[in-house]
C-alpha cells in the first residue's frame, strides 16, 4: 500500500519539473530524496505489528517479570528486616527514577542520527546484572543504591528503544504500538509476582526469590541478541520540508517545539502527584490485608493496566483528549484509595490500574505526533526526564505525609488525587488542536 503512495508522486514531480520550476533553483533534489527517507512503513490499521515491536514487547515482558519479582517484596524487606520507613521507601523510588530520568534524556540525545540497538542492549544487559543484588542489602541505604543502578540501565535504553519503536510504525499504528508494549510490560507485572509467591511458597526466604529474578532477566537479553534487528535508515532533514527555508528546517531539526514543551510541562505536574505504586502496597497492609496477599494486590492492578493499554490503544482517538480522561481516572482511584476500607481499596487498585495502563500509550503517541523525526530520540528523552524527575520529590513528600498523616496515608492520597485533577483540568483547557511535525509529510 505504502508503494503504490508514494511512486505516483514522484513520477509526476520529475515530468513537471520543466513548467513549474524555473523560478526555483533547486526543486530538482526534493524527489530524489523524498522516496528513501521514509522512516516507517504504512501499514493498514489492525495489520500485523513490525518485527521491532513484537521483540521489544517480549523483551519488556521478561524484563518485568525479572523487576516485578522484586518490587512487591521490596516493602516487606525494607520495612522489616532492614528497619527502614516509609520515607525510606519514597527516597528508594525517588532516587531510582531521578537518576533514570537524567539519564533518558542523555541517552536520548546520544541516539539522535546513531543506531538504537547498542543503547537497548546495554540498557537491559546493565539491568540484569545489577537487579538482583538487592538480595544481598544489610540497610536501607544498600537498597537504594541497587535501585539506582537498576536505573542507570533503564535510564539508558528508554528512550532509544521508544524512539524505535516510534520509527517502526506510522501515525496511525503508533498508538496501537505503544499500546502492545506497554501491555506487554505489565503483564511481565503480572508474571513476576506470580512467580515470586511460588518460590515463597515453595519455603525460600524473601532474599533468595529477589536474588532469582537474574533468569527471566537474562532470558530478555538473550532474546535481544538473537532477534532485534534495527534498519539503518538515515533521515536527511532537507527530506521533510520543500517550501520552508534552511533556517527553518535547522530550527526544526534541532529543537523541541514549544507545544510540545507545553505538554510536557503538564506531564511532569501529573507525575508530581501520581503516588508510586509500592505505596498502594503500604495503603493495603495497613488495612490489615496479609503479606501474601500483597502479590496480588499487584497482579490486579497490572491486570488492570493490561487491559486498558492493549484495549484503549486501539480506540481511533489521539491527542490531549484521552490522556486527560485516563488522568481523571488516576485521581479518582486515588480517591477512593483513601476510604478506610478493605473492600474499595479493591476498587481503587482497579482503578488505577485502568488509569495508568490508558494514559501510557496515549502520552507517548502524542510526544511522537509532536516530535520531527530528527529528534525523536531527544524528544522521548524529554519527555522520561520531565515526568522521572518529579519523581523524587513526589516521593519523599507522600512518604512524610504518609508518615505523619498515617495509617494509611489518607492525606496524601487525597492530595495526589488533587494534583492530577489540576493537570488533567490544565491539559483539556490549554489544548489546541495539535498539528504533527513536518516530518510526518513524505
Known sequence: MGVRLTTPTTKKKKKTTATTTPTTPTPTTTPTKTTPTTTAPITAVGAALPRTVVVLGVVSLLTDASSEMILPLLPMLLLGPLGGSTIMLGLVDGVADAVAAT??????????????????????????????LIGLAMSPWHVV??????????????????????????????????????????????VGPLLATAVLAAGLDVRTAIQLAWIPGLAAVVVLLVFLREAPTVVAPTATATTTTTATT???????????????????LFSLGAVADTFLLVRAHELGLSAPLLPVVWVVLHLAKILAASRGSRLAIHGEVPVAIAWFVVAAGFATAAIPSVLTFWVAVVIIGLGHGGREPFEKALVRHLAPVEVVGRAFGAYHLTTGLVALPSGLLVGWLWSEHGPGGPTALLLAAAVVLVAATMLLTGSQPTHAAPRRKP
Open 103 to 132: 539519564l533518558k534524556l542523555v541517552a536520548g540525545r546520544l541516539s539522535d542520527g546513531r543506531p538504537k540497538r547498542p543503547f537497548v542492549l546495554l540498557g537491559y544487559g546493565l539491568s540484569t546484572a545489577v537487579r538482583p
Open 250 to 268: 535547522a530550527t526544526t531539526t534541532t529543537t523541541l517545539s514549544p507545544v510540545l514543551r507545553r505538554r510536557l510541562v503538564i506531564m511532569g
Open 145 to 190: 543504591v541497587v535501585r539506582a543502578g537498576d536505573r542507570v540501565g533503564k535510564g539508558i535504553r528508554s528512550a532509544p528503544r521508544d524512539a524505535l519503536l516510534s520509527l517502526s510504525v506510522d501515525d496511525k499504528n503508533a498508538t496501537r504500538a505503544f499500546g502492545f508494549h506497554r501491555a506487554m510490560d505489565h503483564a511481565g507485572a503480572v
